[in-house]
T-cell receptor, first 112, second 111 residues
Framework: EADIYQTPRYLVIGTGKKITLECSQT?????MYWYQQDPGMELHLIHYSYGVNSTEKGDLSSESTVSRIRTEHFPLTLESARPSHTSQYLC???????????FGPGTRLTVL | QQQVKQSPQSLIVQKGGISIINCAYENTAFDYFPWYQQFPGKGPALLIAIRPDVSEKKEGRFTISFNKSAKQFSLHIMDSQPGDSATYFCAASLDRDKIIFGKGTRLHILP
């Protein structure tokens, strides 16, 4: 079972609020990722990190930002949430040997 | 050239039947081809993976067939069960680069 955690699992907030989605893993993986996914639909890579102090934007443009100060922690922040940000956000890390990605359970975000 | 094209978008199979999902890629440098399974409300989880030096890999009822010359690979689920109903994603990656996912196939197994 993957040791990757996301909090909160569900979040309903109003437009304009600042939010941070937490992601942590205990496997010591250097590579971590954030995906945006509408339920059962395509996975869109929005951010990734190859290690501490490394962050890159993914294939899908996103108004969110990320930071990687510690190996185990990869939080995602939205400075001013909008209804268009309503989606599921999945965090993942990958094994450096077999490249397997371990996904967290996701955060379902609803912006009213 | 970085895309992975997956079909069909949705699939309905009778219990006990064979489910087949197909994927195609363009970048011949890809060297790792995993399949992920996702149940509603959960994150995807690795189901089975193959490298291009192998034409077939089987794990239980799940088999990946790989055709390097055609740049295609497919997932076969034998004796499909209602518990197999999920969304399946094929993917490909290049060395230590990020994984490129297909758009997903929603599989529904009729009881």
């Amino acid at each position: 079972e993957a040791d990757i955690y996301q909090t909160p699992r569900y979040l309903v907030i109003g437009t304009g609020k600042k939010i941070t989605l937490e992601c942590s893993q205990t496997m010591g993986h250097d590579k971590m990722y954030w995906y945006q996914q509408d339920p059962g639909m395509e996975l869109h890579l929005i951010h990734y990190s190859y290690g501490v102090n490394s962050t890159e934007k993914g294939d899908l443009s996103s108004e969110s930002t990320v930071s990687r100060i510690r190996t185990e922690h990869f939080p995602l922040t939205l400075e001013s949430a909008r209804p268009s940000h309503t989606s599921q956000y999945l965090c993942a890390s990958s094994d450096p040997i077999d490249r397997r990605q371990f996904f967290g359970p996701g955060t379902r975000l609803t912006v009213l | 050239q970085q895309q992975v094209k997956q079909s069909p978008q949705s699939l309905i199979v009778q219990k006990g039947g064979i489910s087949i999902i197909n994927c195609a890629y363009e970048n011949t440098a890809f060297d790792y081809f995993p399949w992920y399974q996702q149940f509603p409300g959960k994150g995807p989880a690795l189901l089975i993976a193959i490298r291009p030096d192998v034409s077939e890999k089987k794990e239980g009822r799940f088999t990946i067939s790989f055709n390097k010359s055609a740049k295609q690979f497919s997932l076969h689920i034998m004796d499909s069960q209602p518990g197999d109903s999920a969304t399946y994603f094929c993917a490909a990656s290049l060395d230590r680069d990020k994984i490129i996912f297909g758009k997903g196939t929603r599989l529904h197994i009729l009881p």
